[in-house]
């Protein structure tokens, strides 16, 4: 299955690397398909929203690529995607799981 939407109302992102292009091995920005848009990512962690008894849970480290420009977004702040989906792909005895979205933009 291929971009499949995500729900991450119960999270909280924070950025942990802050966005850049994203580029391929050679140094190309890589661009939407079948357009000439160039393509951005940024890494957030993303942690659980505390239950009502007060777990947390574990958090985990998404690079997630947008096809829209983040704008201004520093490290450290706290954002929201719109458009969130996630893949799964395989290569050469690989796998893991492609994280995209719309945009992002700072909440709060």
Same mark, same amino acid.
């Given at each position: 299955? $291929? %971009?499949?939407?995500? %729900?991450?109302? @119960? !999270?909280? =992102?924070?950025? /942990?690397?802050?966005?850049?292009?994203?580029?391929?091995?050679? #140094? $190309?920005?890589? *661009?939407?398909? #079948?357009?000439?848009?160039?393509?951005?990512?940024?890494?957030? !962690?993303?942690?659980?929203?505390? *239950?009502?008894?007060?777990?947390? @849970?574990? #958090?985990?480290? =998404?690079?997630?690529?947008?096809? +829209? %420009?983040? #704008?201004?977004? +520093?490290?450290?702040?706290?954002?929201?995607? &719109?458009?969130? *989906? /996630? &893949?799964?792909?395989? $290569?050469? @005895? $690989? &796998?893991? =799981?492609?994280?995209?979205?719309?945009?992002?933009?700072?909440?709060?």
């Amino acid at each position: 299955m $291929r %971009n499949i939407p995500v %729900n991450l109302g @119960g !999270f909280k =992102l924070r950025v /942990v690397e802050e966005p850049a292009l994203k580029v391929d091995q050679e #140094g $190309r920005v890589q *661009t939407a398909y #079948g357009t000439d848009d160039p393509l951005y990512t940024v890494a957030v !962690f993303a942690k659980p929203v505390a *239950t009502e008894d007060g777990y947390r @849970g574990r #958090g985990e480290e =998404l690079k997630i690529t947008l096809s +829209a %420009n983040p #704008g201004e977004v +520093a490290e450290g702040d706290l954002v929201e995607l &719109s458009g969130a *989906t /996630v &893949s799964h792909w395989e $290569r050469d @005895g $690989r &796998s893991g =799981l492609s994280w995209k979205a719309a945009s992002l933009k700072p909440v709060g």
